[in-house]
């Protein structure tokens, strides 16, 4: 099997069904066909990202005996039932995050893939880019010293009018969170994918930059901060705001240890800013200077920038790779989209209370 071309179908004809598209041909998948709202759309879908099959239906792709596996790219509130349809039939599944809008619907999930032992993963991609790779080996070896605080933060811009609206604004379709649920997701996963470290506790505040958008109530969050404790005694914090004028998608990760402390930035994903007190280097993407673990992702030469859409394609391979039955360290799994679930009902309940909430 391992040569085989893993079949799929695509259901989401938006953004992220195209990147989904994209990073699938990139990892060598047949693309079967593709679905999306509506029949009309997901013909307009196809013919954009030149698919060869538009469905009628999200059921009609997901009920062909052809298809192996299942990318769900759409809105937040229908994850879980179309997983669960995908599951049900035989289908392996990678599905957007958040992988639900519940944690009692993440669990169901988690339950349904084991059950029938399909291969069932979330996109938190940005574990893919060969320096977070660098990062969490050198947290892992030693290198660092022992992690005493973190700071992160994820900032965007796209909703920093109150004429900028989504359908993630609207909580029957995004879910009751949407910057913590949308993009703080990320930043929670990939602090404690580096660190091999856990969040048990949390603090957290909301804000709610503009109550009303396009003429509709707002409820859901524009901005939260959240402060926290580690499993292992760590502290530190964390920032997401989808209304930080300039920030297109600014997510970083500054790790402090005894020894030095390490600096991840998304929108500079080609190197690592390593802080000593003697002095402070930038360590770049080079496999003479890198770890095996960074070295295994960086599929082109040293000044030859990789990016987002590298992570992404790198984490679909892993995700074939794993139908094909290899064993594939670091895959973001469903028990990744539920442990994300956990923490975004946490944040939610504290933000809500104003107290510490544990994990």
């Not at 500079?268 to 280097?281: A, N």
Request: hydrophobic letters at 45%; one cysteine or more.
């Amino acid at each position: 099997m391992a040569a085989e071309q893993i079949r799929v179908g695509i259901i989401g004809g938006g953004f992220m069904g195209r990147v989904h598209t994209q990073a699938a041909r990139s990892a060598g998948a047949q693309i079967v066909g593709i679905a999306s709202s509506s029949a009309e759309s997901a013909q307009k879908a196809a013919e954009a990202y030149d698919v060869a099959k538009a469905y009628a239906s999200a059921e009609e792709l997901i009920a062909d005996p052809s298809i192996q596996l299942v990318h769900i790219c759409t809105p937040n509130a229908s994850h879980a039932e179309l997983s669960l349809k995908a599951i049900a039939a035989g289908k392996h599944v990678i599905c957007e995050k958040p992988l639900s809008v519940s944690v009692a619907e993440a669990q169901q999930l988690v339950d349904a893939a084991a059950a029938k032992n399909l291969v069932a993963s979330v996109p938190f991609v940005y574990r893919f880019h060969p320096m977070v790779r660098e990062a969490r080996d050198r947290v892992a070896t030693g290198k660092i010293g022992r992690v005493i605080s973190i700071r992160g933060s994820y900032l965007q811009d796209w909703l920093m009018s109150p004429d900028d609206t989504n359908w993630r604004v609207d909580a029957t379709a995004g879910g009751a969170s949407r910057a913590f649920g949308d993009i703080g997701s990320h930043l929670v996963d990939l602090t404690e994918f580096v660190t091999g470290d856990r969040l048990v506790a949390v603090n957290a505040v909301s804000n709610i930059a503009y109550p009303e958008r396009a003429g509709k109530a707002v409820t859901t969050e524009d901005e939260v901060v959240l402060l926290f404790k580690s499993a292992n005694g760590i502290i530190g914090t964390l920032m997401v705001s989808q209304v930080a004028p300039g920030r297109k998608n600014r997510l970083q990760l500054d790790i402090a240890g005894t020894v030095e402390s390490i600096e991840f930035n998304q929108e500079q994903p080609e190197s690592l800013w390593l802080g000593r007190q003697s002095e402070s280097v930038i360590l770049p993407r080079d496999e003479n200077q890198n770890s095996a673990a960074a070295n295994r992702y960086s599929t082109v030469p040293s000044g030859h920038p990789m990016g987002y859409v590298d992570a992404f394609a790198a984490f679909v391979r892993d995700t074939y790779s794993a139908v094909r039955g290899q064993s594939v360290d670091g895959l973001p799994r469903f028990e990744d989209g539920l442990r994300s679930a956990k923490v975004i009902d946490a944040v939610l309940k504290s933000a809500a209370s104003g107290q510490w909430v544990n994990l």
